[in-house]
T-cell receptor, first 111, second 111 residues
Framework: GQNIDQPTEMTATEGAIVQINCTYQ??????LFWYQQHAGEAPTFLSYNVLDGLEEKGRFSSFLSRSKGYSYLLLKELQMKDSASYLCAVRDNNQGGKPIFGQGTELSVKP | DVKVTQSSRYLVKRTGEKVFLECVQDMDHENMFWYRQDPGLGLRLIYFSYDVKMKEKGDIPEGYSVSREKKERFSLILESASTNQTSMYLC??????????FGPGTRLTVT
């Protein structure tokens, strides 16, 4: 089976940096995704990691360590519009290769 | 521009009714998914399809069925709606189980 854990809620200040962690346990890991979901809207794709290391995309970066079963999403220069839920999802080849989602982390950015 | 559409944003049905939720994608993707999203439970996979007329059960298929007669269309059917099926339903599509594109969601209320 698989188990994906993220903090339920986080709060950060505008202009700051925040790191959202995701740990997972899978038997056939084949990639990790991060999605952003604003309240009342559909999730939108942020990043995809399949190899260890850091992937940077503008203000957002995603890190993966396969040996530790660990990823984080780093958001820099926080803006109010970054207030959203951030979903971690893992592909498991032993579960048909489909993405399995964590519960999501609700991030609140305050002035 | 990528597009996934769902037939309704809001739907109210009575207990015992048969409910059809439609999803259409214009990206020629092989894979399509139906999720439900509930507070504290995250995105849970109901069914997915990797080709026309092919379907696989997800994590919570009970009480649901699906139909995929054409590549672009994936329908979710609630044979006899119950109050515990009140939820947000999200459709998604992807190529090769990579980045998923989500529709806007249907908020279903069963009374």
């Amino acid at each position: 089976g698989q188990n994906i854990d993220q903090p339920t809620e986080m709060t950060a200040t505008e202009g700051a940096i925040v790191q959202i962690n995701c740990t997972y346990q899978t038997s056939g890991f084949n990639g990790l995704f991060w999605y952003q979901q604003h309240a009342g809207e559909a999730p939108t794709f942020l990043s995809y990691n399949v190899l260890d290391g850091l992937e940077e995309k503008g203000r957002f970066s995603s890190f993966l360590s396969r040996s530790k079963g660990y990823s984080y999403l780093l958001l820099k220069e926080l803006q109010m519009k970054d207030s959203a839920s951030y979903l971690c999802a893992v592909r498991d080849n032993n579960q048909g290769g489909k993405p399995i989602f964590g519960q999501g982390t609700e991030l609140s950015v305050k002035p | 521009d990528v597009k996934v559409t769902q037939s309704s944003r809001y739907l109210v049905k009575r207990t015992g009714e048969k409910v059809f939720l439609e999803c259409v994608q214009d990206m020629d993707h092989e894979n399509m998914f139906w999720y439900r999203q509930d507070p504290g439970l995250g995105l849970r996979l109901i069914y997915f399809s990797y080709d026309v007329k092919m379907k696989e059960k997800g994590d919570i298929p009970e009480g649901y069925s699906v139909s995929r007669e054409k590549k672009e269309r994936f329908s979710l059917i609630l044979e006899s709606a119950s109050t515990n099926q009140t939820s947000m339903y999200l459709c998604a599509s992807s190529a090769n189980f990579n980045e998923q594109y989500f529709g806007p969601g249907t908020r279903l209320t069963v009374t």
